[in-house]
């Protein structure tokens, strides 16, 4: 339960970071306007507010790698991935097929998310060090 609190709030936070640059980023899309001669463009942003956001994205990917720590995990950290399999192997052998099951297919959905916080973590880094590091020298 907790680790499903905390994933939600890692993805929120990272969410949040992500849409406020892209915003941030992207260009007006429109036919009717030419394409600027040169390749820079200014954009204007609530530097206070991205300043929050960039504030808290080491927090977040700290939070991300911890998550990926303990999910990758051995048999004695509970909510590892090879914990969840020993709890499913005494459940099977207490003739509780159901409960194992149920283990078994939720290792399976925590190990396929590593790929996907992991993915959260290098782009929150590249936030770090594009976006927020020019904050920070400005």
């Known amino acids: ?15 949040a970071a992500l849409l406020v640059v892209a915003t941030a980023l992207a260009a007006p ?13 200014t954009i204007s942003v609530d530097t206070a507010h ?5 504030d808290r994205v080491p927090q977040a990917v700290d939070r991300l790698e911890s998550l990926v720590t303990r999910i ?10 090879a914990w ?4 499913a192997g005494t459940a099977r052998g207490a ?3 159901a409960a194992a099951r149920r283990m078994d297919t939720r290792a399976q959905l925590r190990a396929d998310r590593v790929t ?3 993915s959260a973590a ?13 904050l920070d020298a400005s």
Do not use: F, K, N
């Open 1 to 15: 339960m907790r680790t499903s609190r905390r994933l939600a709030a890692v993805t929120t936070t990272a969410t």
């Open 72 to 81: 990758q995990a051995d048999a004695g950290t509970a909510g590892s991935t």
């Open 116 to 118: 996907t916080l992991q």
């Open 122 to 134: 290098d782009r929150l880094r590249v936030l770090d060090s594009s976006i927020c590091s020019q």
């Open 95 to 97: 003739g509780r097929d």
């Open 29 to 41: 899309a429109s036919a009717d306007e030419p394409t600027p001669p040169s390749g820079t463009t």
């Open 84 to 87: 969840l399999h020993a709890q």
């Open 50 to 54: 991205l300043q929050q956001l960039c």
